[in-house]
T-cell receptor, first 116, second 114 residues
Framework: DQQVKQNSPSLSVQEGRISILNCDYTNSMFDYFLWYKKYPAEGPTFLISISSIKDKNEDGRFTVFLNKSAKHLSLHIVPSQPGDSAVYFCAAVSEYSGAGSYQLTFGKGTKLSVIP | DTAVSQTPKYLVTQMGNDKSIKCEQNLGHDTMYWYKQDSKKFLKIMFSYNNKELIINETVPNRFSPKSPDKAHLNLHINSLELGDSAVYFC?????????????FGPGTRLTVT
């Protein structure tokens, strides 16, 4: 079962406009969320994170919003640039078997294309 | 100067063979991970090692055996390869087990089993 869902496989946005990538989760035990960015033939790279005690975290052009009651988070990129074209993965953190280790559960990713 | 490297980048092999994928990180990190990205694009944790000790072992067939000779290396050995093992395998590392939120990934190894 998909505990982290990214229902839009792709998104196209004009350069300079806002990109909004969405993510939904089902497990209420998740208490930390992350976004990773992936270029072709490379591994994912960490972009931004948010704790469940916050509803917003901002880092330059990137802002992540968390709505715990709706089990929904979104990544906003403003303004979008052609170099932002990549696959964006949403991930959620949970404790592994109560062993003091933590694991990431990833969504399937959304491919963002920023058109010049 | 690559932070997390994997070899080989591509691996094509026949069913029933045994193969290994190597991973090395030069970041001085204590914790390393193996992920599998299947045909449905899900990136799933397989194993995690902290200071050469296994700390995460997800439901993975016994044919998969990770080996960590030292903190900087985490290799993945797969016995009796099956068609369903075809996927992209990513190695990652983090500063320590508590820095799970910021993992550094290698470029991936695309395994194709024919």
């Amino acid at each position: 079962d998909q505990q982290v869902k990214q229902n839009s496989p792709s998104l196209s946005v004009q350069e300079g406009r806002i990109s909004i990538l969405n993510c939904d989760y089902t497990n209420s035990m998740f208490d930390y969320f992350l976004w990773y960015k992936k270029y072709p033939a490379e591994g994912p790279t960490f972009l931004i994170s948010i704790s469940s005690i916050k509803d917003k975290n901002e880092d330059g052009r990137f802002t992540v919003f968390l709505n715990k009651s709706a089990k929904h988070l979104s990544l906003h990129i403003v303004p979008s640039q052609p170099g932002d074209s990549a696959v964006y993965f949403c991930a959620a953190v949970s404790e592994y078997s109560g062993a003091g280790s933590y694991q990431l559960t990833f969504g399937k990713g959304t491919k963002l294309s920023v058109i010049p | 100067d690559t932070a997390v490297s994997q070899t080989p980048k591509y691996l094509v092999t026949q069913m029933g063979n045994d193969k290994s994928i190597k991973c090395e990180q030069n970041l001085g990190h204590d914790t390393m991970y193996w992920y599998k990205q299947d045909s449905k694009k899900f990136l799933k944790i397989m194993f995690s090692y902290n200071n050469k000790e296994l700390i995460i072992n997800e439901t993975v067939p016994n044919r998969f055996s990770p080996k960590s000779p030292d903190k900087a290396h985490l290799n993945l050995h797969i016995n009796s390869l099956e068609l369903g093992d075809s996927a992209v395998y990513f190695c990652a590392s983090s500063q320590d087990r508590d820095s799970y939120y910021e993992q550094y990934f290698g470029p991936g190894t695309r395994l194709t089993v024919t």
